[in-house]
């Protein structure tokens, strides 16, 4: 079964970057797509990328080049780095698997909480 | 502002059947795959239904998925309160290349 585990700051001051990673277990990165999304409180889903094993990333184009994706298999373990944040990127953070095909998020890790405040 | 659409809230009663609408257009679900998650309080979201209407291991028939045209739809018969969560759909958007979801539909049983 696999599972997936953010850690990472739960506080980043403005203009900071906010980076995340996600201990995968019960799984290797090949064939799959691996993706961040995120929630802020009391709103819905915002997808912000993903990694494809091949070595390809795909991210939001509403986050304006602020968004990286990066894995390294040799700890599996992929991770996010996201620039410039503000209030506005307060959020639950998860982390998230899909298949063969990105569109369907097959597994999530519990997420976390990041809060974006001086 | 999603780029699917789906009602804040629908509600009925235990042992009722409920349905769950999501909107798109053809660059996302007239061309592509639905899945609908769940999401249980304080919770992640959880896969409920993918590949349009497919329910992974262990997800009971009570949960059904359509899709007609650039609209699918969630379906919950025999409704427990344990069914109370927030629902979302989502696919692939091909003119953003992105995943994108629904803004999340409250399923309150009363």
């Known amino acids: 079964q696999v599972q997936l585990q953010e850690s990472g700051p739960g506080l980043v001051k403005p203009s900071e970057t906010l980076s995340l990673t996600c201990t995968v277990s019960?799984?290797?990165?090949?064939?799959?797509?691996w993706n961040w999304i995120r929630q802020p409180p009391g709103r819905g889903l915002e997808w912000l990328g993903y990694?494809?094993?091949?070595?390809?990333?795909n991210y939001n184009p509403s986050l304006n080049s602020r968004v990286t994706i990066s894995v390294d298999t040799s700890k599996n373990q992929f991770s996010l780095r996201l620039t410039s944040v503000t209030a506005a990127d307060t959020a639950v953070y998860y982390c998230?698997?899909?298949?063969?095909?990105?569109?369907?998020?097959?597994?999530w890790g519990q997420g976390t909480l990041v809060t974006v405040s001086s | 502002q999603s780029v699917l659409t789906q009602p804040p809230s629908v509600s009925a009663a235990p042992g009722q059947k409920v349905t769950i609408s999501c909107s798109g257009s053809?660059?996302?679900?007239?061309?592509?795959?639905v899945s609908w998650y769940q999401q249980l309080p304080g919770t992640a979201p959880k896969l409920l239904i993918y590949?349009?209407?497919k329910r992974p291991s262990g997800i009971p028939d009570r949960f059904s998925g359509s899709k007609s045209g650039t609209s699918a739809t969630l379906g919950i018969t025999g409704l427990q309160t344990g069914d109370e969560a927030d629902y979302y759909c989502?696919?692939?958007?091909?003119?953003?290349?992105?995943?994108?979801f629904g803004g999340g539909t409250k399923l309150i049983v009363l």
């Open positions: 590949d349009n209407n």
């Open positions: 990694f494809y094993y091949t070595g390809s990333t």
């Open positions: 989502g696919t692939w958007d091909s003119s953003l290349s992105a995943v994108v």
């Open positions: 019960g799984g290797s990165f090949s064939t799959y797509y």
């Open positions: 053809s660059s996302n679900i007239g061309n592509n795959y």
């Open positions: 998230a698997r899909s298949g063969a095909v990105a569109d369907t998020i097959y597994y």
